[in-house]
C-alpha cells in the first residue's frame, strides 16, 4: 500500500509542472500588490540542503488567493493564472523573502487559507508545498504530518518557513 501511494505521489508531483523563476530573479519580492485588501504578511526564509548548507539561486514560485480565496478577479479562480504571485531566487546565503496579505480560505469550504511554494534548484529534488496557518480552524492533524503542508505561526505579521531540499533521484 505504502509503494502505491509513493508511485501515485511521484505521478502527482511530475504531473504538475515546474514553474521556474528567471535566472536573474531577485532572493526577495512582493507578491501582492501595495493596494491589496488585506492583512500584510511578510514571508521569509531560507533554502537548504539536508545537511543545513545553504542552497544559492534555488527558484521560487509562490502564488496564492486574495484575502476572500479567490485566485482571479472574483468570481474568477483559476489556480494555473493566479493574480497574486512572485517568481523568487534564494541569496548566496539561501536566504529569500516576500510581501503580500494573508490568504482567505477558498470560498464555501474547509480549506484552509494557503500559500503554494514551487522551489527548484539543480542538483535537487523539487519541493511542492503550501504554508497553512497556525490557529487556522481547518488545519488538520492529517496536514500536520503530511510534508506537503507546512503549518507556521504569524508572529507580529510575520512568517518564517526553512525550505529543505533533498538530493535528486538518481538518473534512470
Ligand atoms: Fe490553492
Avoid at 523539487?126 to 500536520?144: K, L, N, Q, S
Avoid at 507546512?150 to 518564517?160: C, D, L, N, P, W
Wanted: glycine share 8%; with cysteine; net charge positive.
Amino acid at each position: 500500500m505504502q509503494m502505491l501511494l509513493c508511485a501515485l505521489a511521484v505521478i502527482a508531483l511530475s504531473a504538475q509542472p515546474i514553474h521556474e523563476a528567471p535566472a536573474d530573479a531577485p532572493s526577495s519580492g512582493r507578491v501582492a500588490p501595495a493596494g491589496e485588501p488585506g492583512e500584510r504578511l511578510t514571508v521569509s526564509g531560507v533554502v537548504v540542503s539536508a545537511d543545513g548548507s545553504p542552497v544559492r539561486g534555488a527558484s521560487l514560485y509562490v502564488y496564492q488567493t486574495d484575502r476572500e480565496g479567490y485566485y482571479g478577479v472574483k468570481p474568477a479562480s483559476d489556480n494555473r493564472n493566479p493574480r497574486l504571485k512572485t517568481f523568487l531566487r534564494s541569496a548566496a546565503d539561501g536566504s529569500w523573502s516576500f510581501e503580500t496579505i494573508r490568504p482567505g480560505s477558498y470560498p464555501n469550504s474547509r480549506a484552509p487559507a494557503h500559500i503554494h511554494f514551487v522551489v527548484a534548484a539543480r542538483g535537487f529534488a523539487p519541493r511542492i508545498f503550501e504554508i497553512v496557518f497556525e490557529g487556522d480552524p481547518f488545519v488538520t492533524a492529517d496536514m500536520r504530518r503530511n510534508p506537503a503542508f507546512s503549518v507556521r505561526a504569524i508572529q507580529s505579521g510575520r512568517v518564517t518557513e526553512r525550505i529543505v531540499l533533498g538530493a535528486a533521484p538518481p538518473e534512470p
